[in-house]
């Protein structure tokens, strides 16, 4: 049976603990509890091409616009999601725009950018996004996540808050957007030790305008064809006990064949995912 990283009743409302450098460094978080101590790995990522900018039709949605390529979506649905008080799926009310035509489907998340404001999610967590706004401020001007406490527990601030934890996280670098600045990186969320795979596997941007008053979230799967389809097994023909015993080097291996791969070895590639985040613009 596949091992739990921690309990079912765990709220993803901790705070994670987490650092940066101006030449991202991979350690993959694991859940943040007193049992389970992620593993940390200091590979730097391969070298990356300068974004480029994308051709395509301008789209708004409330507040938000960008650039919408065609090669990573033939429409867009725009919706205000209504607020959700609930621990296990907590945020505010906020603008989601789900990309349809999207080169994956049927994949563990849809592909979407929310945009939530930071003084109604501060309300309604007030213990823990005002810590998230400072740690990924401190980060894109350079420096060290403030809230990295030690050696054991790394991950980066990822909006919205709901109740998996960060199992890894890879490819990551720092990104402006028109409104403001941020971090992309490719991780999945789990609530057990997960293999890397192509159903769990995205490309997320975790982005603060300049005025500190909207968190933009992008949520958008990737694929590579070095890896399996799903997490059904795990690797090598591993019971899912020995895989979890084993958990630390796997991922760190992973983590590190990640970074070194190519960004237009990916599915969409990194180059398009960067150029989509880099057009977004949010106009109160």
């Known amino acids: 049976m596949k091992k739990l990283i921690f309990p079912l009743a765990f709220i993803a409302l901790s705070v994670l603990a987490c650092t940066w450098t101006p030449t991202p460094t991979a350690p993959p978080p694991a859940a943040n509890t007193a049992t389970t101590e992620p593993p940390v790995v200091t590979e730097p990522p391969a070298t990356e091409p300068p974004v480029i900018p994308l051709v395509g039709d301008v789209v708004t949605c409330n507040e938000l616009s960008l650039t919408l390529d065609p090669a990573l979506a033939t429409g867009y649905d725009c919706q205000t999601v209504p607020e ?42 007030p213990a823990t996004i005002p810590e998230y706004v400072t740690a990924l401020q401190t980060m894109t001007a350079g420096g060290h996540n403030p809230l990295y406490k030690d050696t054991t527990s790394k991950a980066i601030p990822f909006l919205p808050l709901f109740n998996a934890a960060q199992a890894f996280y890879s490819k990551g670098a720092l990104r402006s957007f028109v409104s403001g600045e941020g971090v992309r990186f490719l991780t999945e969320y789990a609530q057990y030790y997960v293999p890397v795979n192509n159903h769990d596997l995205f490309y997320t941007f975790q982005g603060l305008t ?48 990640l970074n070194g791969r190519p960004p237009e070895s990916f599915t969409p590639t990194l180059l398009a995912l960067d150029a989509l985040v880099t057009s977004i613009t949010i106009t109160p």
């Open 84 to 125: 959700s008080p609930y621990e296990m799926d907590l945020y505010p009310a906020h603008t989601e725009l789900v990309l349809t035509g999207y080169p994956l489907a049927d994949k563990f998340f849809a592909p979407k950018i929310m945009v939530f404001p930071v003084a109604a999610y501060t309300a309604l967590a």
């Open 210 to 257: 300049t005025d500190g008053q909207y968190w933009v979230s992008a949520i958008l799967p990737i694929n590579h064809p070095g890896l399996p389809e799903n997490a059904d097994n795990p690797p090598d023909g591993l019971t899912w006990e020995a895989f979890s015993a084993g958990y630390e080097t796997y991922i760190l291996d992973k983590v590190t064949w």
